[in-house]
């Protein structure tokens, strides 16, 4: 796990495989067959998010989207 800051804005991602795979990745989504599991929340409901993992309520990967 990679972390990275940009203009006080910090966020920790994963990365991994080769643009092949990402290629591969995209297709299957596009076509239906796979579905990942994101879920999307303010930037500003950063700390209500953060509790919800601690409390264990979030089962998939959270998008933070600038308003």
Do not use: C, N, W
């Amino acid at each position: 796990m990679k972390i990275g800051t940009r203009k006080r804005l910090g966020y920790i991602f994963s990365y991994g495989g080769q643009v092949k795979d990402l290629r591969e990745v995209l297709q299957l989504i596009a076509t239906g067959k796979i579905r990942p599991r994101v879920e999307t929340a303010r930037l500003r409901d950063f700390p209500d998010v953060l509790e919800r993992l601690e409390r264990g309520e979030i089962k998939a990967r959270v998008a933070l989207m600038h308003e």
